[in-house]
């Protein structure tokens, strides 16, 4: 632009020794005008360019914006759809769960009441003998006692009545041992009459009563010579 200005000087002079003297401050004038509007019209050009650029790296800095905001919701709704189906697993175990329960619900309903009741001194019973042998005695009396109470005519009551006792024994509190050994002769079909027998003699032995400890001892040999006991019942007599 400098060099074109530079150009349009020399070429006024060169005008202006061409025309005679008289007309050269006119023709100076219309030549500077020139001139003039040239340069404005330049500096109109390059505003409108300065513009028109300006224009465009408006433009490409909103189409840079619109495109992060299409990246934004892209990853936001690619967010949504994992969250749908996570939860559509979710209630989908959850109606799994549901459809378990009610099927267990009405299996249960649908069962025979002894065999739930079956089920469940089963279980407590295998509970208790299990504390027993890992000789947590007052944890395992409270079993066996809690299963006498609550199923009195079960065919195991006379095992919960001496397991008690042993329970007991093994807490060395004889009385109460003794009371619970007595009481399985309340429960004549229970397989632990001759047992019950031979730790309530041991219990009177501890209590120091071995008049009362040898009527035990001989009402077992009496009544179960075939008990595996009798010899012990012999020598506890005869010690």
Not at 72 to 82: E, I, L, R, S
Not at 202 to 207: C, D, E, G, T, V
Request: no cysteine.
């Amino acid at each position: 632009m400098v060099k074109k200005f530079y150009i349009i000087i020399l070429a006024i002079f060169f005008i202006n020794n061409l025309y005679p003297q008289s007309n050269s401050g006119k023709q100076g004038q219309t030549d500077l005008d020139k001139l003039y509007h040239i340069q404005k019209k330049e500096a109109d050009s390059n505003k409108s360019q300065a513009v028109s650029e300006d224009s465009l790296q408006a433009l490409k800095e909103r189409l840079k914006r619109m495109n992060n905001k299409l990246d934004y919701y892209k990853k936001k709704q690619k967010n949504n759809n994992k969250n749908i189906e996570v939860l559509t697993r979710v209630l989908e175990n959850q109606k799994n769960l549901i459809d378990s329960l009610k099927e267990a619900a009405t299996s249960h309903k649908n069962r025979n009441p002894s065999d739930i009741v079956e089920v469940e001194v089963s279980s407590d019973y295998k509970q208790a003998q299990e504390l027993f042998y890992s000789k947590q005695y007052w944890q395992a009396a409270q079993k066996f006692k809690s299963l006498l109470d609550n199923f009195p005519e079960h065919e195991l009551a006379g095992n919960f009545a001496y397991w008690a006792g042993e329970s007991y024994y093994g807490m060395e509190a004889y009385r109460k041992a003794l009371e619970y050994f007595n009481l399985v002769k309340e429960y004549p079909g229970s397989p632990k009459q001759d047992d019950a027998l031979i730790m309530a003699g041991q219990s009177l032995l501890k209590l120091g009563k071995r008049s009362a400890a040898n009527e035990k001892f001989d009402k077992l040999l009496n009544e179960f010579p075939e008990s595996e006991y009798y010899n012990l019942a012999l020598d506890f007599i005869n010690p």
